[in-house]
């Protein structure tokens, strides 16, 4: 079992930043990629980004290519979304998430966080 803990939401204006943080814990050795996830009420959660953990490679999805960025910290199992020039539309749930890279590029979970509440006010 991996357990993910996030930190780091809050709210912010628009055109600002925020960094989110997501520390693994468990059983990481089975992780192969984490990333984040985001959510908005009546909405399926979409992709956001996530990275390889042993190489770093990094996948965005194209809403936040750009504006966002997807680091590691392996020695302290950790992942950070530095989130810049951030616009209303970015306002949601954010989860962090672990598991593989399929071949579209995007993050299949296998271990969810519990969440953060992103807001970006106009």
């Known amino acids: 079992q991996v357990r993910l803990v996030e930190s780091g939401g809050g709210l912010v204006q628009a055109g600002g930043s925020l960094r989110l943080s997501c520390a693994a814990s468990g059983s990481i050795f089975s992780i192969y990629a984490m990333g984040w996830f985001r959510q908005t009420p009546g909405k399926e959660r979409e992709f956001v980004a996530a990275?390889?953990?042993?190489?770093?490679?990094?996948y965005y999805a194209d809403s936040v290519k750009g504006r966002f960025t997807i680091s590691r910290e392996n020695g302290k199992s950790t992942v950070y979304l530095q989130m810049s020039s951030l616009k209303a539309e970015d306002t949601a749930v954010y989860y962090c998430?672990?598991?593989?890279?399929?071949?579209?590029?995007?993050?299949?979970?296998?271990?969810w966080g519990q969440g953060t509440q992103v807001t970006v006010s106009s």
């Open positions: 990275i390889s953990w042993s190489r770093g490679n990094t």
């Open positions: 998430a672990a598991g593989t890279i399929d071949v579209t590029t995007t993050l299949v979970p296998r271990y």
